[in-house]
């Protein structure tokens, strides 16, 4: 079984201080935050396992982008992430809800 290198981008680690920080200010849970980032985390462990084996977005930006997609394990989020060899790029972070696709222009 290959392990991938997970490498996170300056703006998904944004993304991710952005909706913690939402959750723990604006929602008032820290918990909910905290299990954001646990998650967020839990994710990328998966993600180097399973990086190839996910199937190609049937979105034709993600595909120009040669972008796939990780649903996170426990919460309504997702990352944006790319394969270069053994090397996966995570890009971004989204919320299931976003309209993702026209952020990324």
Same mark, same amino acid.
């Given at each position: 079984m290959v392990s991938y290198k997970v490498q996170v981008t300056f703006d998904a680690k944004e993304d991710l201080k952005r909706y913690? !920080?939402?959750l723990r200010l604006e929602k008032r849970s820290p918990i909910a935050a905290k299990n954001i980032v646990t998650d967020f985390k839990?994710?990328?462990s998966q993600l180097k396992l399973?990086? !190839?084996s996910l199937q190609i977005p049937e979105s034709e930006e993600l595909q120009? &982008? &040669?972008l796939k997609r990780i649903n996170f394990l426990k919460h309504d989020y997702f990352l944006l992430y790319r394969i270069d060899g053994y090397v996966v790029t995570v890009t971004n972070m989204f919320h299931?809800?976003?309209d993702y696709e026209n952020k990324l222009r």
């Open positions: 913690s !920080d939402y839990n994710t990328i399973v990086a !190839d120009k &982008r &040669r299931s809800l976003e």
